[in-house]
């Protein structure tokens, strides 16, 4: 087989003697994430070649993100080699994912055809897929890439105090967790606020598949909604059914998003891990009375399932449960000690500070460090009630004694390593600790602390953006880290064949909008040509959804809000200088490491480099030689 590295605007196939295999790519369309290529084995001889009468289009239209640079690779490792999933063979694509419409211009039809042709040469052996087929995982562990990613330039050399949350962040939970969160709180939603009893025997349960964090769900109508960095409604859930949009146009002014007024009244974000548990109830509890024709409130409905979930929180049973069985609600963390010690042996002061109970973060933090975890931290906090940790200045430490779980009357006059404090906040942290001010130079520091906001020689760790990690930044200008299990997934997935091919797909479609719009002209659209504009348009809307099944939930990439940034998105760009799939991602990197964020990180869109246009018609001759050596 011979080889090419070839840029093209558009193809048609042409027979040709022998088996040719060939990649497409497509410029990046995730933030951080490299894009990979796809194989193409043509089995009935066929090779890809330029259409020399297309010339004229590849050489005045720039090809936007659609461009396609095409090479010669071969993918077959990246597809699932999971004999069982080999065995289970799904049905085919759904033909009309693949049938273009056709336009009465000929150089319109011309295109339509060019990329019909190649779409379905691309998809011979494409099935439909099942997206609870997904093993979606929220362990760490589960895959490989414990890369860390900046947002922003930071220098560990320059950080002397590192905090770490505790859940999601120190330690991990397995499925059963949420689970047993579940179950704990559809059983106060019966006994506690008298719920239909029926309800426990209903076979309702914890869908791993369903939901995502960076939800927010809509107290007055109690739709689980996906928004936008725009805060646009990409899409949502009324129980277990998809919202049509024109009820979400009605709903929202016709403008699929909520004033900022509307939108702090009825939107309750749905953030930390823990959430997915609560969209879960609630889209379970409301298909419940849909299906049993139960008459109901939403706005009631919603806030029950966020009090009883706040009570199993609160109660304490939930946490003992956990804490009494370590092997069943924790994930193994086997780089976690390492990295601890290698951060405190250079010199870093390390803070442990959760919201959670002394015995609870104990048992936890036995089972993962040993049981002389303490030994580690140079202030342990506990119940610190964050966010209000860090707004409310008046909040004074207490000691608690590890005997007896009992908090000390006396007054804390200093932060004493090998002790435990609850309460709190900030303001007393940083006066009780003596924290000082880096300047940079070898001579270490330079004055004690003042002004709070001078601190910025300090990383917290956490994974809740607004409990732990968004007055930090905002407030204190700390540099602050998330850990984001789903980048870790979601990278996985998009190794996959199936996924590349899909988001490659979608960059053809779009480039054809772009094709045929400039061949239709500057004149006003006949219905011809907004029919065909609108069937395509409705095609890669059909993708997104292949794409959003591919990612094993109705909601799709945690990133991204369908072809936009997601809130939780925006938000972790804004106010996280990293973020990375664990705290074990860490054993990758010195403590002196200095971080540099992505060269088109904030970019606009006229600001990337066009690397794959056809500039010059010398460049198209050279690449019509390579394709006639094929």
Not at 53 to 67: I, V
Not at 379 to 407: C, H, L, M, Q
Request: glycine share 6%; charged share 25%; proline share 5%.
């Amino acid at each position: 087989m011979k080889t090419a590295s070839i840029l093209v605007s558009s193809f048609v196939a042409t027979r040709t003697v022998g088996t040719t295999a060939f990649v497409l790519v497509a410029p990046p369309v995730w933030p951080n994430v490299r894009q990979e290529s796809i194989i193409v084995t043509t089995s009935v001889g066929y090779a890809p070649v330029i259409d020399r009468k297309c010339q004229h289009r590849a050489l005045s239209l720039p090809l936007h993100a659609a461009s396609l640079d095409v090479d010669i690779n071969n993918l077959s490792n990246s597809s699932d080699s999971n004999p069982e999933r080999q065995n289970d063979v799904p049905p085919p694509l759904p033909s009309d994912m693949l049938d273009l419409p056709r336009h009465s211009h000929e150089g319109v039809n011309e295109i339509l055809v060019e990329t019909e042709d190649l779409l379905k040469k691309m998809h011979e052996q494409s099935k439909a897929v099942d997206s609870k087929s997904v093993r979606r995982s929220m362990t760490p562990t589960s895959n490989s890439n414990d890369a860390i990613y900046a947002n922003t330039y930071v220098d560990l050399g320059k950080v002397d105090t590192i905090g770490f949350d505790y859940d999601y962040t120190l330690v991990h939970y397995t499925d059963e967790l949420l689970e047993l969160l579940y179950d704990m709180a559809l059983t106060r939603l019966v006994n506690d606020r008298f719920y239909p009893g029926e309800m426990l025997t209903a076979g309702l349960k914890y869908d791993p598949f369903f939901s995502i964090r960076g939800l927010a769900v809509d107290k007055e109508t109690g739709w689980i909604t996906h928004l936008s960095y725009t805060h646009k409604v990409a899409v949502a859930w009324e129980g277990r059914e998809k919202v049509e949009t024109s009820r979400i146009y009605t709903e929202y002014r016709g403008k699929r998003a909520l004033n900022p007024k509307d939108r702090k009244a009825r939107l309750k974000p749905l953030n930390d891990l823990f959430s997915m548990a609560e969209c879960c109830l609630i889209a379970d509890t409301i298909q419940y009375f849909k299906d049993n024709n139960i008459d109901y409130c939403p706005s009631n409905t919603v806030t029950d399932i966020l009090g009883a979930i706040r009570d199993t929180h609160i109660s304490g049973d939930f946490h003992r449960l956990v804490a009494g069985n370590p092997e069943m609600y924790f994930d193994p963390t086997p780089h976690l000690k390492a990295v601890l010690t290698n951060l405190k042996d250079s010199g870093k002061r390390l803070i442990f500070a959760s919201n959670s109970p002394f015995w609870y973060v104990d048992a936890g933090m036995k089972y993962v460090l040993g049981d002389n975890w303490m030994d580690l931290w140079d202030a342990i906090i506990v119940s610190a009630g964050k966010p209000a940790f860090y707004t409310e200045p008046r909040r004074p430490f207490r000691e608690v004694d590890t005997a007896t779980n009992r908090v000390r009357f006396q007054k804390v006059d200093k932060l004493r390593k090998g002790k435990v404090y609850t309460g709190g906040c900030l303001q007393e942290l940083t006066r009780l600790m003596d924290w000082s001010v880096f300047n940079g130079s070898k001579d270490g520091p330079t004055n004690y602390m003042g002004a709070l906001s001078l601190n910025s020689n300090v990383l917290y760790i956490g994974d809740s953006l607004f409990a732990d990690l968004v007055d930090a930044k905002r407030e204190f200008g700390w540099i602050t880290a998330a850990v984001t299990p789903e980048v870790g997934f979601e990278m996985e997935v998009q190794k996959k064949k199936d996924f590349i091919l899909v988001d490659k797909t979608i960059g053809f479609l779009l480039n054809a909008l772009r094709l045929v719009q400039a061949e239709m002209g500057t004149s006003v659209h006949t219905e011809e040509d907004s029919m065909v504009l609108d069937r395509l348009e409705n095609l890669v809307s059909k993708w997104r959804d292949r794409e959003t099944e591919l990612l094993g939930n109705p909601f799709g990439s945690v990133f991204r809000a369908r072809y936009q940034p997601s809130l939780f998105a925006h938000s972790l760009r804004r106010y996280c200088d990293l973020y990375m799939n664990s705290v074990g991602s860490l054993r990758n990197y010195s403590p002196q490491h200095r971080f540099y964020p992505e060269p088109a990180f904030r970019l606009l869109a006229h600001e990337i480099s066009k690397t794959t246009h056809i500039r010059d018609s010398v460049q198209l001759k050279e690449i019509l030689g390579e394709m006639d050596s094929i």
